[in-house]
C-alpha cells in the first residue's frame, strides 16, 4: 500500500539537471508567447524529462503543457528547446517522504475508522432479539 500511494513533489534544483531526470519548467509571460507556435497558446509550465542541458538551453521530452486557464495538454515525449530566459523555474520531481508519511498515515487511520464502524460488537443475536439467545425452543 505503501509503494501506491507514494507521494512525489517539484523542488527547485540544486545543481544542474541530468539528463533524464524529470522536471517541470514554468514560463515567463514572453515565453509563453514565444513558445506558443511549438507548445500551443497560453502556457504555464511544461513537464518532460531532461534531454540535454546547457547554460543556454533546456531540451525536454514533452510530457505534458499546463496553460494559465489550468488545462493540460499531453505529449509522447516530442523534444522542445526552452531557452533559459524564457523560464521562471526549473523544478525536478522527487520522492516525498513527508508526503508518503502523511499519506500513509491517512490510509492507517481510515481502516482502523472502518474497521471500528463495521466491526460490530461481537455477537449475534437470536430470535427474540436478546444477545445470545437462541430463540423460544
Known amino acids: 500500500m505503501v509503494f501506491a500511494g507514494g507521494c512525489y513533489g517539484y523542488y527547485p534544483a540544486t545543481q544542474p539537471s541530468p539528463v533524464g531526470h524529470d522536471v517541470m519548467i514554468t514560463l515567463t509571460d514572453s515565453g509563453s508567447v514565444v513558445l506558443a507556435r511549438?507548445?500551443?497558446?497560453?502556457?504555464?509550465?511544461?513537464?518532460?524529462?531532461?534531454?540535454?542541458?546547457?547554460?543556454?538551453a533546456v531540451t525536454i521530452a514533452m510530457l505534458s503543457v499546463h496553460q494559465r486557464d489550468g488545462n493540460e495538454t499531453?505529449?509522447?515525449?516530442?523534444?522542445?528547446?526552452?531557452?533559459?530566459p524564457l523560464m521562471i523555474s526549473l523544478t525536478e520531481r522527487h520522492f516525498s517522504r513527508?508526503?508518503?508519511a502523511l499519506f500513509?498515515?491517512?490510509?492507517?487511520?481510515?481502516?482502523?475508522?472502518?474497521?471500528?464502524a463495521f466491526h460490530g460488537t461481537g455477537y449475534s443475536t437470536g430470535a427474540n432479539g436478546l444477545p445470545g439467545s437462541g430463540g423460544a425452543k
Open 38 to 56: 511549438q507548445i500551443g497558446p497560453a502556457a504555464e509550465s511544461l513537464i518532460g524529462r531532461v534531454a540535454t542541458n546547457t547554460d543556454n
Open 74 to 84: 499531453e505529449w509522447r515525449g516530442e523534444p522542445v528547446v526552452i531557452p533559459r
Open 98 to 100: 513527508g508526503r508518503t
Open 104 to 116: 500513509t498515515g491517512a490510509v492507517a487511520l481510515a481502516a482502523v475508522a472502518l474497521r471500528q
